[in-house]
């Protein structure tokens, strides 16, 4: 195949958010910027990370972030034909290692958000409660 495609599924945080909330439910907006920012900041180190010769692999390297209800998931991609094989597998060394490098902090500041969200969820009732739900949503 030559391409990779890994898969990082944050069990911990989709748990989190079931203990925190009662039962699994959409990451707002806030919370799923942190994901964002985090996925872009994984994609960056890879690429300051990786190899160059042309430049051509390195730029492939695509991290996306997807929030279903109850299957958070980080996924990282090189689609190049050659990606695999580039140092003798390097991505096999290198996506552990920068994931390690970041997941303490990611975990900790999506947690933050979901906190915050729980708490102004908390704190709202009647009419406010549905307009904070809807802004939330």
Known sequence: MGAVSVEIKLKSIDD?????HGFTRALTFAENMVLIEFSDLIQQAIRDRWPVDTGTSR??????????????VILIENP??????????????????????????????????????????????????????????
């Open 59 to 72: 730029d492939r390297w695509q991290v996306t972030s997807s929030a279903a209800f109850g299957e958070l």
């Open 80 to 137: 190049m034909f050659y990606a695999e094989y580039v140092h003798e597998g390097l991505w096999e060394r290198l996506i552990p290692e920068v994931w390690n490098a970041v997941k303490n902090e990611f975990s900790r500041a999506i947690k933050f958000e979901i906190d915050r969200t729980e708490r102004r969820l908390a704190g709202a009732t009647g009419e406010g409660l549905i307009s904070l739900i809807r802004a939330l949503a």
């Open 16 to 20: 989190y958010i079931i203990r925190k």
